[in-house]
């Protein structure tokens, strides 16, 4: 998918979004309730709802496999960055994966700190390795290997990048076509929320990203890099073993806190029915 596709099916998903997608069918463990340490926040500004806690984060939905995230200092970062900004001012820090030219950009706009590319991109590099701080977020990857256009396999081609502010770790899972090994289980160490691809069939198929899920045992799951509610219901069927809790919002912007995060696994579509 171009840029230019992209942004038409973005539009489309913004607008699902905004007029209010209809219970999700999938799950008999709908939520309809308020979620301890999960907010739902606005758009204008993207503001802290509430406490002090240096453990917490905005979490926007931007459209694809890119979720913008926000610090209580005022760090902004957008995960699988396409040259396609979030909302309002330009990321500190972006993170990219190059399966395809939806999940990276070679025209970073000026301005962005940090530009971390999730494969190895320079002559004689085997891995990307990075491992940053910016006030109160830190990322760092932990390569995969991804397949290439001939069906071969690029070693480490992917990243899993981590974003930890204060003590809530958030992990994107990138572009992954692997199961993880327990290497790759221990650098990852606690992930209380893990952005997942679910449309399993360009990333891992779906009965192994369930299978990821259960390794990593995050809190919070928020799927992306889906394409129509088929490919959600049948993510939530699943992973239904697991006896997930099911939250569709109607807006893409949410407030989680390590300390009051959920005490079962929960699976927030902030990114709507048509993920985009």
């Known amino acids: 998918m171009n840029l ?45 709802a509430s406490g002090d806690s240096p453990n917490r984060a905005t979490i926007t939905f931007v459209g694809h496999a890119s979720y913008q995230i926000d610090t209580p200092q005022g760090v902004r970062a957008i995960t699988d960055y396409n040259g396609i900004n979030g909302f309002g001012r330009h990321p500190d820090i972006v993170t990219m994966n190059n399966a395809h030219d939806t999940h990276y950009t070679d025209q970073p706009e000026e301005g962005v700190t940090y530009i971390l590319r999730g494969w190895p991109d320079k002559v004689g590099e085997s891995e990307a ?60 160490g606690r992930i209380d929320v893990l952005m997942a691809p679910i449309d ?35 993510f939530m069927g699943l992973i239904a073993p697991l006896e997930p809790a099911f ?20 699976v927030i579509a902030v990114a709507g029915e048509g993920g985009g």
């Open 200 to 234: 399993g069939a360009y990333t891992l198929g779906v009965p192994l990203m369930a299978e990821v899920i259960r390794q990593i045992d995050p809190k919070v799951v928020l799927p992306m890099h889906h394409w129509g509610r088929s490919q959600l219901d049948r």
């Open 4 to 48: 230019r596709a992209f942004s038409a099916v973005l539009i489309a998903a913004a607008v699902a979004l905004l007029t209010g997608p209809a219970l999700a069918r999938c799950s008999k463990n709908l939520v309809e309730g308020p979620i301890p340490g999960i907010r739902f926040a606005s758009l204008d500004g993207v503001p802290f």
């Open 129 to 188: 390795k990075h491992d940053v701080t910016l006030k109160d977020m830190r990322v760092w990857n932990v390569p995969t290997n991804a397949r290439d256009w001939n069906g071969g396999v690029r070693i480490n081609g992917n990243s899993i990048f981590i974003f930890a502010i204060g003590d809530l770790c958030i992990a994107h899972l990138g572009h992954l076509h692997q199961r993880l090994t327990r290497d790759h289980l221990d650098a990852l």
């Open 247 to 266: 939250v569709m919002p109607d807006r893409r912007t949410i407030e989680i806190s390590k300390e009051e995060l959920p005490e079962k696994l929960t």
